[in-house]
């Protein structure tokens, strides 16, 4: 079955830094994978995607993500944080059967000044 | 955020009401969603449609029906209303581009039932 798992329900982060939001997934076929953000009372922004080709996606924002086939996993990166980057996070996953996406529970980022 | 309206943004009402929470896109996408969203958690996909005259419950059971008779609406009814229904409803569309259907989420309704 498929599944999407984020390890982290919170990750803190001091503005400046690197940061990365955690993503596995399990899928039957080739994966096509999503990061969305939300901001407080919004709704969802789509970030980015892998659907095939580089491994490194870059999308909105300033964000990357990284696709490792092996390890099934699917990291949301940024090579600086912004305070103005706090929001939750989700990532979520398609197989090609069908056309919903399966959601994470989503990961809360906090950048401190 | 794309081209997706939802209305209300917010409604405070009391129980036992019927209520319809109003959705649509001018993006053409014949696939539609709602979800259910508790404030800060993970999202519930409650109904779908794939096109006019077609639509299917989710995941997550839930008391409300939709209907879609034009591709740009999607229209979620409770025909009555019960605290447990406190929610924040969210609504989405996709269509194939590139290989691919990202969602594009409407700003969400926050439903409060006293």
């Known amino acids: 079955a498929q599944s999407v798992a984020q390890p982290e329900d919170q990750v803190n982060v001091a503005e400046g830094n690197p940061l990365t939001v955690k993503c596995t997934y399990s899928v039957s076929g080739n994966p096509y994978l999503f990061w969305y953000v939300q901001y407080p009372n919004r709704g969802l922004q789509f970030l980015l995607k892998y659907i095939t080709g580089d491994n490194l996606v870059k999308g909105s924002y300033g964000f990357e993500a990284e696709f490792n086939k092996s390890q099934t996993s699917f990291h949301l990166k940024k090579p600086s944080a912004l305070v103005s980057d706090s929001a939750l996070y989700f990532c979520?996953?398609?197989?090609?059967?069908?056309?919903?996406?399966?959601w994470g529970a989503g990961t809360k980022l906090i950048i401190k000044p | 955020e794309a081209d997706i309206y939802q209305t209300p943004r917010y409604l405070v009402i009391g129980t036992g009401k019927k209520i319809t929470l109003e959705c649509s896109q001018t993006?053409?996408?014949?696939?539609m969603y709602w979800y259910q969203q508790d404030p800060g958690m993970e999202l519930h996909l409650i109904h779908y449609?794939?096109?006019?005259?077609?639509?299917e419950k989710g995941d997550l059971s839930s008391e409300s029906t939709v209907s879609r008779i034009r591709t740009e609406h999607f229209p979620l009814t409770l025909e009555s209303a019960r605290p447990s229904h406190t929610s924040q409803y969210l609504c989405?569309?996709?269509?194939?581009?590139?290989?691919?259907?990202?969602?594009?989420f409407g700003p969400g309704t926050r439903l409060t039932v006293t």
């Open positions: 979520a996953v398609r197989d090609g059967s069908n056309y919903q996406l399966i």
């Open positions: 993006m053409g996408h014949d696939k």
């Open positions: 449609s794939y096109g006019v005259n077609s639509t």
């Open positions: 989405a569309s996709s269509a194939l581009a590139g290989n691919s259907y990202e969602q594009y």
